[in-house]
């Protein structure tokens, strides 16, 4: 008998232990959460006071010391006191953007459009936020990682940013949520198809995609007018190429004013434009041939090329024209090339093969790039300029040279 009570009262000290030390933790994780939410507090406060001082004219209610920031003008709070939206829009102001911003850890909506705000504009840690307005300032730089931290983005409206080019955000992948996305006139450069990639790989919610008046070169691709939740496009005032690109009757679509579609309405383009439009892609559809290589013919002064009685393309003259990437084996459609002038650039990979089967060719001058692998061995009639790279084989220190008359030396004078 002795030894079963003995046993029910260790059992209730046990049981009474585990009870004690339950509520010890509660109250230490309740403990934990109030001091959190007091420094996430302070941080907030810290940050808005930041912002004050950062202001040549900040809203009448803020101070710079002290304070509740709950109750400054166009400031929101939550019920435990975090900030969870700003809204200045419109208000010209001027000054600067402290970097303390990325502590309001808690934002929801942040908008700024409409002032004379300027520098940079600083990180942003804030996972809830869906909704950030910049648009109409004078920023001079983005985080190199933008919009990195804000996996909630449901709206992002950038527009008129006097920002140095500057490539769409690869960042913006992470933004899956993503409604609309507005930057026009922001100076957005680079290949168009790498925005759209991202667009269409992961921006699956997207409606709004607005980017006209930009630097944006390249092909739209075909894809992008099938993405289903898009309503409303504006590519306009670009230096887009190739065909115009269709969309369902139920888009919005502002894109084929001040571009360089090869037509003013969707259909092919002419063939040697399908292939120069290849080649510029392997040298990143640069903004020099953007901007020249308009239309449907090529023989109406596009850069760099000249073309023979029946209007075939029979010169590219494109050395020291800031080239990079690499020789697209496309060039071997231009069957009445005869001489290929791409010397001084920074053109990176091999020859293509295919180019050794040109039928017409005389010329190929390549000197002072960054080719690599084997030089490929062309016709004896060929005259191969391609000394300055990294070439290996037999031919890595000595170039072929087989010299026509004096009379086919060609001027490698730089483009104008």
Same mark, same amino acid.
């Given at each position: 008998?002795?030894?079963?009570?003995?046993?029910?009262?260790?059992?209730?000290?046990?049981?009474?232990?585990?009870?004690?030390?339950?509520?010890?933790?509660?109250l230490?994780?309740t403990? +934990?959460?109030?001091?959190?939410a007091?420094?996430?507090?302070?941080?907030?406060?810290?940050?808005?006071?930041?912002?004050?001082?950062?202001?040549?004219?900040?809203?009448?209610?803020?101070?710079?010391?002290?304070?509740d920031? &709950?109750?400054?003008?166009?400031?929101? &709070?939550?019920?435990?006191?975090?900030?969870?939206?700003?809204?200045?829009?419109?208000?010209?102001?001027?000054?600067? #953007?402290?970097p303390?911003?990325?502590?309001?850890?808690? @934002?929801?909506?942040?908008?700024?459009? %409409?002032?004379? #705000?300027s520098?940079a504009?600083?990180?942003l840690?804030?996972?809830?936020?869906?909704? /950030?307005?910049l648009?109409?300032?004078?920023?001079?730089?983005?985080?190199?990682?933008?919009?990195?931290?804000?996996?909630?983005?449901?709206?992002?409206?950038?527009?008129?940013?006097?920002?140095p080019?500057?490539?769409?955000p690869?960042a913006?992948?992470?933004c899956?949520?993503?409604?609309?996305?507005?930057?026009s006139?922001?100076?957005?450069? %680079?290949?168009?198809?790498v925005?759209?990639?991202?667009?269409i790989?992961?921006?699956?919610?997207?409606?709004? @995609?607005?980017?006209s008046?930009?630097?944006l070169?390249g092909?739209?691709?075909?894809?992008?007018?099938?993405?289903?939740?898009?309503?409303?496009?504006?590519?306009?005032s670009?230096?887009?190429?190739g065909?115009?690109?269709?969309?369902?009757a139920?888009?919005?679509?502002?894109?084929?004013?001040?571009?360089?579609? +090869?037509?003013?309405?969707p259909?092919? &383009?002419?063939?040697?434009?399908?292939?120069l439009?290849?080649?510029?892609?392997?040298?990143?559809?640069?903004?020099? #041939?953007a901007s020249?290589w308009?239309?449907?013919?090529? +023989?109406?002064?596009?850069?760099?090329?000249?073309?023979?009685?029946?209007?075939?393309?029979?010169?590219?003259l494109? =050395? =020291?024209?800031e080239l990079?990437g690499?020789?697209s084996?496309?060039?071997?459609?231009?069957i %009445? /090339? =005869?001489?290929?002038?791409?010397a001084?650039?920074?053109?990176?990979?091999?020859i293509?093969?295919?180019?050794t089967k @040109?039928?017409?060719?005389?010329?190929?001058?390549?000197?002072?790039?960054k080719l690599?692998? =084997?030089l490929?061995?062309?016709?004896?009639?060929?005259?191969?300029?391609?000394?300055?790279?990294?070439?290996?084989?037999?031919?890595?220190?000595?170039?072929?040279? /087989?010299?026509?008359d004096?009379?086919s030396?060609?001027?490698?004078?730089?483009?104008?």
């Amino acid at each position: 008998m002795s030894t079963t009570v003995h046993r029910q009262g260790c059992t209730t000290t046990v049981k009474r232990r585990r009870q004690e030390r339950r509520l010890l933790l509660a109250l230490l994780l309740t403990c +934990c959460g109030l001091a959190a939410a007091a420094a996430g507090h302070r941080s907030d406060a810290d940050a808005v006071a930041d912002l004050a001082r950062s202001l040549a004219r900040p809203p009448s209610t803020w101070t710079t010391a002290g304070g509740d920031p &709950c109750s400054f003008e166009g400031i929101s &709070c939550s019920s435990s006191g975090r900030i969870i939206a700003i809204d200045l829009a419109g208000m010209g102001l001027a000054g600067t #953007l402290p970097p303390s911003l990325s502590s309001l850890t808690a @934002l929801q909506s942040l908008h700024l459009g %409409g002032n004379a #705000l300027s520098g940079a504009v600083p990180p942003l840690r804030a996972p809830s936020l869906t909704s /950030l307005s910049l648009d109409g300032n004078a920023f001079t730089s983005l985080p190199k990682d933008f919009p990195r931290g804000m996996p909630a983005l449901r709206h992002l409206s950038m527009d008129n940013l006097p920002l140095p080019p500057w490539p769409f955000p690869h960042a913006i992948a992470g933004c899956t949520s993503l409604r609309t996305f507005s930057a026009s006139n922001a100076s957005v450069a %680079g290949p168009f198809q790498v925005a759209a990639a991202i667009v269409i790989a992961n921006l699956t919610s997207i409606r709004t @995609l607005r980017l006209s008046r930009n630097m944006l070169t390249g092909v739209v691709p075909a894809a992008l007018g099938k993405i289903a939740s898009l309503r409303d496009i504006s590519l306009s005032s670009n230096f887009l190429q190739g065909p115009v690109p269709q969309f369902p009757a139920g888009v919005a679509n502002d894109v084929v004013d001040g571009n360089s579609f +090869c037509l003013d309405e969707p259909g092919p &383009c002419n063939a040697q434009v399908s292939t120069l439009l290849q080649v510029a892609e392997g040298f990143g559809y640069p903004l020099n #041939l953007a901007s020249s290589w308009r239309g449907n013919y090529p +023989c109406s002064g596009w850069l760099g090329l000249v073309c023979d009685n029946i209007s075939d393309v029979a010169i590219i003259l494109l =050395q =020291q024209a800031e080239l990079s990437g690499t020789i697209s084996p496309a060039i071997v459609d231009l069957i %009445g /090339l =005869q001489i290929l002038m791409l010397a001084n650039n920074s053109l990176t990979g091999e020859i293509p093969e295919s180019l050794t089967k @040109l039928p017409k060719l005389e010329l190929l001058d390549v000197t002072n790039n960054k080719l690599t692998g =084997q030089l490929p061995k062309f016709k004896p009639s060929v005259r191969v300029l391609a000394d300055g790279n990294e070439f290996i084989g037999e031919n890595s220190h000595k170039v072929l040279l /087989l010299m026509h008359d004096a009379g086919s030396q060609i001027d490698a004078a730089p483009l104008k």
